[in-house]
């Protein structure tokens, strides 16, 4: 609520929030045997329960429209970890939020982004490459040989998908989500 009043008082209202926080892949990648319950409730109160905190302080403060922009993840679109779960919840909230903002012009989509070239990333080449006894950059070669565009994607092709969503150009697109991935997700979504 800080947040979101102090960019109101600064602004005077808000048109633009977009929510991205989370443990990068999520703390829970292990069997159900190994998992941590109490690390899936911090991960689900981060992203889930999180975004909705600063979804609802934010809508106070959209007046004449405006765009949400929430971050999922491709582990919502898979089942390799259970930390995905988190993912499918900001999907559910996104599509909920979209039906109830729309009268009042506010689009509400979700993003997923694959593989991006980040600090983070790299932490997660380092986790995978002692899991499976390879190097780092062998890991990372991986990812690039199953993605269809065979590389990994810069992060400002992720801002760029946000800043569209965000704009009146994208007034008609809400309650949506869209992978932003380079073609490594398989599922065929209607």
Partial sequence: RAMADTVAEHFGRID????????PAGLVRNTI?????????????????GYFRCAQAAVR?????????????????SSHALSG???????????????????????????HPGVVETEHIHEL????????????DEVEQGYIDRTPIRRVLASEEIADLICFLASPTASGITG??????GGLTRGIFI
């Fill in 33 to 49: 045997e190994d998992a941590d319950p109490q690390m899936l409730l911090h991960d689900l109160d981060t992203k889930v329960v």
């Fill in 125 to 136: 080449y380092e986790k995978e490459a002692v899991k499976q006894g390879k190097t780092p």
């Fill in 61 to 77: 403060h959209m007046t004449d429209g405006g765009a949400i922009v929430n971050i999922g993840g491709l582990t919502g679109r």
């Fill in 176 to 181: 949506e989500s869209i992978g932003i991935d």
């Fill in 16 to 23: 633009i929030l977009v929510n991205g926080a989370a443990a």
């Fill in 85 to 111: 779960m988190r993912n499918l919840g900001i999907v559910h909230m996104t599509k909920a939020l979209s039906d109830q903002l729309g009268p009042r012009g506010i689009t509400v989509n979700t993003i």
